[in-house]
């Protein structure tokens, strides 16, 4: 679930390559045709993951293409600790041993929000003082 953020990192399978002076790297989704149509004789994660296993007929539900060179992920991994650090402090948990635990006893549920419902709920429509400067 996080291919798209992790795509474009050094440590991220893909060749480099330059195109208007920038540096990309090509990006391949695990739902993505190019991905389904991996060698038969390798066990397929992408056609496993989609149970497609079988199908004569690969639908895509990814993309391939190319993304700008993003670094290593060192640099993301203090980001993706803290959001995760403080995604346990709003609940209540200390740890995500103790989301599983709560989780599963019940004392901590997920809900399924449509796009829709998350930008109602969202406050990234905000008219603030910095977009008035740049347009």
Do not use: W
Not at 65 to 71: M, P, Q, T
Request: glycine fraction near 12%; charge should be neutral.
């Amino acid at each position: 679930m996080m291919g798209g953020m992790l795509a474009g990192t050094t440590e991220s399978p893909g060749e480099y390559f330059y195109r208007d002076g920038k540096r990309l790297k090509t990006y391949r989704g695990m739902g993505s045709i190019d991905a389904m149509q991996q060698t038969a004789t390798n066990a397929n994660a992408s056609t496993s993951r989609y149970f497609s296993e079988s199908d004569k007929v690969l639908v895509a539900q990814g993309v391939t293409g190319s993304v700008l060179d993003k670094g290593s992920i060192t640099k993301f991994i203090p980001y993706l600790y803290s959001g995760l650090q403080h995604s346990c402090q709003d609940i209540g948990v200390l740890s995500v041993e103790e989301l599983k635990q709560k989780t599963i006893e019940g004392f901590v549920r997920f809900e399924l929000r449509t796009p829709s419902a998350q930008l109602e709920g969202g406050v990234h429509n905000l008219f603030s003082y910095e977009k008035r400067l740049h347009n």
